[in-house]
């Protein structure tokens, strides 16, 4: 004997299929309802997802400017180099181009 089914057994075979799951799909009637509650739920979970972003994007904005904030308020009150207008002893002073060439 073989392992392989016969064209006949096959074919049989198919068509049992087909009829069942005809039968089977036959018996199943969606809820009239299933769209909406479907799109309903959908909708609550993209709301959701957007307040959640909206929460996190408020928290990461708030803790940013805090964070800015705070650094800019430890810079030393004295002057620093930057911003330094008196002329230092040993620095190069630009010459004096008032003569002619």
């Known amino acids: 004997m073989s392992d392989s089914p016969s064209p006949t057994s096959a074919a049989d075979t198919e068509r049992q299929l087909r009829e069942a799951l005809a039968a089977l799909a036959d018996d199943v009637h969606p809820a009239p309802s299933a769209y909406r509650a479907a799109r309903g ?3 609550r979970r993209e709301r959701r997802r957007r307040m959640v972003l909206a929460a ?3 928290v990461l904005f708030t803790v940013v400017t805090l964070v800015g904030l705070w650094v800019l308020n430890q810079v030393p009150s004295r002057p620093g180099v930057i911003f330094d207008d008196a ?3 040993g620095q190069h002073q630009p010459a004096n181009r008032s003569g002619t060439p």
């Open 41 to 43: 739920d959908w909708l």
């Open 56 to 58: 996190l994007i408020t």
């Open 87 to 89: 002329p230092r002893t």
